[in-house]
């Protein structure tokens, strides 16, 4: 069973550009999260997902970010008109239905992006 | 809202010490789960250990083990007889249940541990 999958590993954008990091997670898993780390901080949480539903956005800021999780294909973490702040690792974690495991999020390898 | 907190930024050991990293968090909740999580340089998040609020027995896994206060709402990690390996960034998570299936993280700004040789 393969673990979380995230791409690319590493980004780089100019400022105004667009990034866009997609996770593909563990099967059978259908809740996708995404945090992120600002160097030398821990993870923040930023939006819920499951399937098709944005469940929890509360973390996201409001303008330039957005999130899906589409029916079929990865989670897509977009980032429009980037700028040198959104510079910083994004992680994404995908975990079962919690009845069945108390609720443990898989982590994938985390997207560094870098705005020049 | 809860919070976790980390009071040591950086610690450093020798090759086959103990070690002791300090957590401590607080909510109003009785019922939760605590993380300690392991970041190597790779930068991948790896889970080191779990523990359950309603369970009193500390959880344990090899030469990981933690002291978990309830009351005082404190979650320490041990690591016994250190190794190379565990050089890392250490991170203590408290997962907070917003609603119905939204569990989400809360994470302290960790500690760096060093093992030397």
């Known amino acids: 069973n393969a673990g979380v999958m995230q791409n690319p590993r590493h980004l780089v954008r100019r400022r105004g550009q667009e990034a866009r990091l997609r996770c593909s997670p563990m099967k059978g898993h259908s809740h996708v999260y995404w945090y992120r780390q600002l160097p030398e901080e821990g993870l923040k949480f930023m939006v819920y997902?499951?399937?098709?539903?944005?469940?929890?956005e509360s973390g996201m800021p409001k303008e330039r970010f957005s999130a899906e999780f589409p029916k079929e294909g990865p989670s897509i973490l977009r980032i429009q008109q980037v700028v040198r702040g959104d510079s910083a690792a994004y992680f994404c974690?995908?975990?079962?239905?919690?009845?069945?495991?108390?609720?443990?999020?898989?982590f994938g390898p985390g997207t560094r992006l870098t705005v020049l | 809202a809860q919070t976790v907190t980390q009071s040591q930024p950086e610690m450093s050991v020798q090759e086959a010490e103990t070690v002791t990293l300090s957590c401590t968090y607080d909510t109003s909740e009785s019922n939760y789960y605590l993380f300690w999580y392991k970041q190597p340089p790779s930068r991948q998040m790896i889970l080191v250990i779990r523990?359950?609020?309603?369970k009193q027995q500390n959880a344990t896994e090899n030469r990981f083990s933690v002291n978990f206060q309830k009351a005082a709402k404190s979650f320490s990690l041990k690591i016994s007889d250190s190794q190379l390996g565990d050089t890392a960034m250490y991170f203590c998570?408290?997962?907070?249940?917003?609603?119905?299936?939204?569990?989400?993280?809360?994470w302290g700004a960790g500690t760096k541990l060093i093992i030397k040789p």
């Open positions: 974690a995908s975990s079962p239905p919690p009845a069945i495991t108390g609720n443990e999020q898989f």
């Open positions: 997902l499951q399937k098709e539903n944005i469940i929890d």
């Open positions: 523990q359950e609020a309603y």
């Open positions: 998570a408290f997962m907070k249940h917003v609603m119905d299936s939204n569990y989400q993280l809360i």
